[in-house]
């Protein structure tokens, strides 16, 4: 898979935190009902690696990524788990062998010219600009269009329902991530029925 048609979905990629593994297959389901399949599901929570792996079992029209990827050991966890990709906050060459190695399409992480550099010269053209809003925003995103043409972000980090359009106007922005869909409170109560609405907003932003 190249992690650019996860882009061909939607507008928006939800960055998920699951803290309790029953959560996992009714969130997704939700998410997907409102037209929201690529599920980016952060390894910040112990169960995280059982979430992605129930998701992948249990809710075949979802495409599950895990978010949050660090090192070499969290790509390979990521791929047994079942994984379909993998999103990064940063960019390092040990992990991009890592995720090569496991056959773990990666969407890498940058803030910075030289980062971009660094995993462009990795073959990444694709890359997530975090954390998007608190390193520049659009006018970091218009700025890095003139020296990088032919790299594409998916800027995530600070991104609102509100913002989101601005990002996604831009010529060098394909999708956007952003946590706004799985609002704590609403996974918290089991309130699959406003995720759903949520996923169907974000799926109209564009
Ligand atoms: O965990 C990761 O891998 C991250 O890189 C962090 C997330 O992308 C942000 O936490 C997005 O969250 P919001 O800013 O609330 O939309």
């Not at 390979?76 to 991009?96: D, I, M, Q």
């Not at 706004?180 to 699959?192: E, M, R, S």
Request: with cysteine; net charge neutral.
């Amino acid at each position: 898979m190249d992690t650019l048609s996860l882009a061909e979905h939607g507008p928006v990629i939800p960055v998920i935190v699951i803290d309790r593994l029953e959560h996992a297959v009714p969130l997704a389901r939700a998410l997907v009902a409102g037209g929201v399949k690529v599920l980016e599901v952060t390894l910040r929570t112990p169960v995280a690696l059982e979430a992605i792996a129930a998701i992948a079992r249990e809710v075949p029209d979802a495409i599950v990524g895990a978010g949050t990827l660090r090192t070499a050991a969290d790509a390979a966890a990521a791929k047994h788990a079942g994984s379909r990709f993998a999103v990064s906050p940063g960019f390092t060459p040990e992990l991009a062998r890592a995720c090569e190695a496991q056959g773990l399409p990666l969407l890498p992480g940058v803030s910075t010219a030289s980062e971009v550099m660094m995993a462009s010269d990795a073959g990444y053209r694709f890359l997530k600009l975090f954390p998007a809003t608190a390193v520049g925003g659009t006018s970091l995103l218009k700025a890095l269009a003139g020296p990088f043409p032919d790299v594409v972000f998916c800027p995530t980090g600070g991104i609102t329902p509100q913002t989101a359009p601005d990002f996604l106007a831009l010529s060098n922005v394909k999708v956007c991530g952003g946590s706004w869909l799985t609002p704590a409170d609403a996974v918290k109560a089991g309130d699959w029925a406003r995720i759903t609405q949520l996923a169907r907003e974000a799926g109209a932003l564009r």
